[in-house]
């Protein structure tokens, strides 16, 4: 029997709406990780579904799960989206693009800007190893919340 080869997770360090930077491996520390990449704040998918993550966070706070959203956007932009939304998760700028081309969510061209964030879900587990992956190229679709909660149990 051959042994199951886990995908490591590329360990990052992003600002967050304070420009303060995090590392992915310190946010793992606490349990698994739920990585939310997003297109653009204030676009109205991307607000539908941090909102809805926003009301279901008791959810995830029951799971341990460490939820961090990551777009493109400016961490000045990001603040005033979280502030805007009462989002009551991490937010990280990926404004130089790296960590959304590591895991392969970036769109070449989205609506004529270059470089903008697929919107994507992964579990990382304590270990860095990637349990769930998910990446949309429709930016209107959403992630299916209900394998993720799977996972994440």
Known sequence: MTPITKTIATNFTLQDTN?????????????????????????????????????NMKMYNS???????????SFFTLKEFKKANNLNFTLLSDFNKVVSQSYDCLYEDFYGMKGV??????????????????????????PDFKSISQVLK
């Open 63 to 73: 799971l341990d799960a460490n939820v961090v959203g990551i777009s493109v956007d």
């Open 117 to 142: 964030s697929k919107r994507g879900a992964f579990v990382i587990n304590r270990d860095m190893e990637i349990e769930y992956a998910e990446v949309l190229d429709d930016a209107s679709d959403l």
């Open 19 to 55: 420009g303060e930077k995090v590392e992915l491996k310190e946010l793992t520390k606490d349990g698994k990780v739920l990585l939310l990449f997003f297109p653009l704040a204030f676009s109205n998918t991307c607000t539908d579904e941090l909102c809805q993550i926003r009301d």
